[in-house]
């Protein structure tokens, strides 16, 4: 068992110290001159299956903070894919850049990329990228997933996403407050993108109170016209007082700077890597008493329903069914981590490898 490091830690490490200590399998580097493509693939862990997950395409900062962020998500996956019962492993991809250089060439380029991988990476979309572009991937790889309705697909997986989110966060307020009922409570949205948006209409029907906060003041202010919502700014909702905090924009939202300054008791959203070192960040949670419901395993619909059409098994009912189960699970895993008294986030991380290391003692890695 290695040593647990921390976030600082790990990114100082070289690219081969960084697989190690999060136990990847590989990480490719894909440049293409012509198009202006910059990817990273990386593969965390096939035990279970293929690995699986979106690609997101990002202007970073710089090259290491591209390849933190591939091995951050894609190590997620596998635990995001492990605890929704899915026979798929980890996986991730980033395209680094600006979103304007998307082009058909782009996109098929970095499907010839995916299926040098010869099916042990599966993509679908992420930030910044739509079914629409999964078309143009598919056109040089059948390792794709989350394609449109109309091209064989099950379209957008955010809905999906969000219903996942909201059982979660539902499991984590019976935890908190003895009742799963959301009537009444104070709930701040951070991100009102696709799932966002969709979270927030189970939210509104069930009689929530919503702030809201989003970069896209125009999105922002369409979503309160129709839901009654408040518009807070920015930073501003992290000093607000409510009863619920669901981010559901970009990770790293829970840090230092803003966990001693949430008033919530509960913290359930769809973002990935919230926590911005999950070691550090995770002890503090539970110091502060706050139930938080890890990600990775309440943000697990969207990988649910493209998991489905990848295997051609897709049917709606079927697939929010799973979803649902989502509940259960969070409620297993807050219990397992009350008993423990260790952060929610290592009894799901804990659960994930359970299951891996089962299965792995009876097949070998895809």
Known sequence: MLAIKTTETIQNESIFGQLTTLEHEQLLVCQDKDTGLKA???????VLGPALGGTRLWSYASEEAAIRDVLRLSRGMTFKNALAGLNFGGGKA?????????????LRRFGRFIESLGGRYVTAEDVNMKTADMEYIALETRHVTGLP??????GDPSPVTAFGVYMGMKAAAKKAYGSDSLAGKKIGVQGVGQVGKYLINYLVKEGASLYITDIDHEKLQEI???????????????????????PCALGGTLNDHT????????????????????????????????????????????????????????????????????????????????????????????????????????????
């Open 40 to 46: 990273l693939i990386g593969v965390h862990n096939t």
């Open 94 to 106: 980033v395209l680094i850049g600006d979103p304007k250089l998307k082009t058909e060439a782009y």
């Open 149 to 154: 309705k109309n091209k064989g697909g099950a």
């Open 224 to 246: 309160a016209a129709g839901t009654g919502a408040t518009v807070l700014g920015n930073e501003e909702i992290y000093d607000h007082q409510m009863d619920i905090y669901s």
């Open 259 to 366: 966990i001693e300054r949430l008033t919530c008791q509960v913290i359930a959203g769809g973002a990935n890597n919230q926590l911005e070192d999950e070691n550090k960040h995770g002890k503090m949670l539970l110091e502060r008493g706050i139930t938080y419901a890890p990600d990775f395993l309440i943000n697990a619909g969207g990988v649910i329903n493209v998991g489905a059409e990848y295997y051609g098994e897709y049917e709606e009912k079927t697939v929010f069914a799973q979803t649902e189960k989502i509940y259960d699970t969070c409620l297993s895993i807050l219990t397992a981590a009350e008993h423990q008294q260790i952060p929610a986030q290592e009894a799901a991380i804990q659960a994930a490898k359970a299951r891996i290391e089962a299965i792995g003692r009876i097949k070998l890695a895809y």
